[in-house]
């Protein structure tokens, strides 16, 4: 079992940048494909993106390409979004998750039900 905790949301502008972190229990961390979520008020949680158990490979959502980044530091036991050109839209509560999967095919890995494991959610709101 791991257990997740993001950090590093907040009120940032239109147009600025914010990194999230999201910190792994366990000795194991290098054996999840990880995940980052999103969810605003009244609507269903949404894929961002995932990576890879060695951080090979990512898939976004077309929302955020281009503009997030995902990685992950497996000696830290540490997954990273970075977020730039962030837009009013990108306001949420954001979850990292983790599947218990150790593969490089990330792009199946686009719903919650894919994933085992979830943070508590860390807010991100972009003013205007």
């Known amino acids: 079992q791991v257990q997740l905790v993001e950090s590093g949301g907040g009120l940032v502008q239109a147009g600025g940048s914010l990194r999230l972190s999201c910190a792994a229990s366990?000795?194991?961390?290098?054996?999840?494909?990880m995940g980052w979520f999103r969810q605003a008020p009244g609507k269903e949680r949404e894929f961002v993106a995932a990576?890879?158990?060695?951080?090979?490979?990512?898939y976004y959502a077309d929302s955020v390409k281009g503009r997030f980044t995902i990685s992950r530091d497996n000696a830290k036991n540490t997954m990273y979004l970075q977020m730039n050109s962030l837009k009013p839209e990108d306001t949420a509560v954001y979850y990292c998750?983790?599947?218990?999967?150790?593969?490089?095919?990330?792009?199946?890995?686009?719903?919650?039900?894919?994933?085992?494991?979830w943070g508590q959610g860390t807010q991100v709101t972009v003013s205007s």
């Open positions: 366990g000795r194991t961390f290098s054996s999840y494909t």
């Open positions: 998750a983790a599947a218990k999967a150790r593969t490089e095919v990330v792009g199946v890995f686009a719903t919650p039900q894919d994933f085992d494991y």
């Open positions: 990576i890879s158990w060695s951080g090979g490979s990512t």
